[in-house]
């Protein structure tokens, strides 16, 4: 009006729109001061209120809630209802890390429980398949579809565990529940809680290790059973069996049991007629409790050590070793730093074991074996480079914290490294009550698998399964028998089943050629 223009109600919202946006004038234009002032102030609103404020509501309204969501899909806080035969997880550690690895191999579902959110994403961009939900929160485990689960592992605090297992045995009366523990003390609270079993990893290592160590004797332990058939791992220190190939040993024919692998410094290797059995090689066999027995007879010799065994840490896992080295009647002597862990003045020396002064009085220069217990896989690496350096001819037993790290304790001289993470998740695979497979050793399992088409009415000789696959056939099942170690002519007959040893490469050859 004051310009001498009038114009209609659209045309100034019109006008007011193509200034606050800054897209400019067009065809409407004041002339004078009064009029340019006035732009001047409409132009600096639409820069606050559009580029700046509209921008922010969208985003803090809109955009932002659409990016949550998307998000609350990848962490979600439900299972699809028709979940089932599914493993519940409590945590993301080095066990469970090794057990999805596991899981995912044999087609098991799982899930782990995160009660943080940005863990969950975290873990979900590592691929891994994770659920919100608070591990004491009972509606936690219903959204979890517990009552469906084959099984609910957790590897917490003791006390966490215990809660865990509370609230889901409050939640499902059968689904099992699987809970480790520290402390043994905290075995019975546990069970009292409602698990089904108790895994104190650190005995079960201990035990592990004791089990490899060379004190001596030649005896095959027994380390899995299927039905009626065992496998043992044998030393043969002090055996006849040294400086002979396995086809001048006659084992299958004089005792009954089959050499189905042998370990040469940690490594799993195929045996051939020709394998020489050296000081170190520890033989795998299968048989009956029968057949084992008369192994241990006529082979299992002991012979006097007069030095001890040395363990480097006096944890949890180094104590075990002791009492299962103990159990074998083989002395031993624990190296501590740490004065607070020594619980047997007797056994242990208070020292640092990088001394050499301190390995000196633990029998270093004498000792068959040592076994390095510690939880700091750098210092393992560390000392088994030191005791390999010191003694080239002695045993040397490492404990691996990480499975990545089995490759670089093997370079570093051990010759043999026990995972902690493989052997609490083969424990609790095991565990899952699976009658198809058993997780003998590291990378080592035993299957059983209806004999494949492409093999029926085939003899095992004519299948030549381990030629063309590294796993051996050392049982067949048929009409509720099992045929122990069958001979090489025998006929796989259809809807038998073939029990094989193999390691995990050689399975998935199987598998391959043969079908699933």
């Known amino acids: 009006m004051r310009e001498g223009q009038n114009f209609s109600y ?143 592992a957790t590897t917490e605090s003791d006390v966490l565990n215990t809660n865990v297992a509370f609230t889901v045995r409050g939640v499902s009366k059968n689904v099992p529940i699987i809970a480790t523990c520290s402390s043994e003390h905290s075995v019975d609270i546990l069970k009292l809680a409602g698990s089904n079993q108790v895994l104190q990893l650190g005995e079960i290592l201990g035990v592990f290790l004791s089990r490899r160590a060379n004190g001596g004797d030649a005896s095959a332990h027994v380390i899995g059973k299927f039905d009626e058939l065992q496998i043992a791992e044998a030393m043969v220190t002090g055996s006849s069996l040294i400086g002979k190939m396995l086809k001048e040993t006659n084992l299958r024919q004089e005792i009954g049991v089959s050499v189905v692998g042998l370990w040469e410094r940690g490594k799993f290797k195929s045996p051939q007629p020709e394998t020489l059995i050296s000081e170190t090689t520890v033989l795998v066999l299968a048989g009956s409790q029968v057949q084992i027995d008369l192994y241990n007879n006529k082979y299992g010799v002991k ?124 424990t609790i695979l095991n565990l899952l009550q699976r009658s198809d497979i058993l997780m003998v050793a590291e990378g080592l399992d035993l299957i059983k698998v209806k004999v494949p088409q492409k093999l029926e009415g085939r003899s095992i000789m004519e299948s030549s399964i381990r030629k063309e696959t590294g796993c051996t056939v050392i049982a067949i099942r048929a009409n509720e028998e099992v045929n122990i170690n069958p001979d090489p002519h025998t006929i796989l007959a259809k809807n038998s089943e073939i029990i094989l040893i193999g390691t995990v490469e050689s399975e998935n050859r199987f598998f391959e050629i043969y079908g699933k």
């Open 10 to 152: 659209v045309t100034g919202f019109y006008w007011t729109l193509t200034v606050m946006s800054t897209l400019g004038f067009g065809d409407i234009t004041f002339h004078s001061d009064a009029g340019r002032l006035f732009s001047i102030v409409v132009l600096l609103s639409g820069m606050l209120f559009l580029l700046v404020l509209f921008p922010f509501t969208f985003i803090n309204f809109f955009y932002s809630p659409w990016m949550k969501a998307q998000e609350q899909t990848k962490v979600p806080s439900e299972l699809p209802k028709n979940t089932s035969g599914h493993v519940i997880l409590t945590r993301y550690g080095t066990v469970t890390e090794a057990l999805i690895k596991k899981l995912d191999r044999f087609n098991y579902n799982y899930v782990v429980l995160v009660s943080d959110f940005p863990e969950g994403l975290r873990l979900r961009e590592l691929g891994v398949k994770v659920m919100l939900g608070n591990l004491v929160d009972p509606e936690a485990y219903k959204a979890a579809r517990v009552e469906n689960a084959a099984l609910v």
């Open 303 to 426: 012979s006097e050590i007069n030095s001890p065994v040395i363990i480097i840490g006096g944890g949890r896992v180094g104590r075990a070793t002791g009492r299962a080295l103990a159990n074998r009647q083989i002395d031993y002597r624990i190296i501590e730093k740490d004065v607070t862990r020594i619980y047997d003045r007797e056994k242990t020396i208070f020292g640092d074991a990088a001394e050499l002064e301190i390995l000196q009085m633990a029998g270093i220069k004498d000792s068959p074996c040592v076994i390095i217990t510690t939880h700091d896989d750098d210092v393992n690496v560390y000392l088994t480079i030191y005791c390999r350096m010191l003694r080239s001819d002695i045993q040397v037993i490492t404990r691996s914290s990480l499975e990545r790290n089995l490759g670089t304790m093997h370079r570093a001289g051990a010759d043999f490294v026990m995972s902690y993470a493989s052997m609490g998740a083969n």
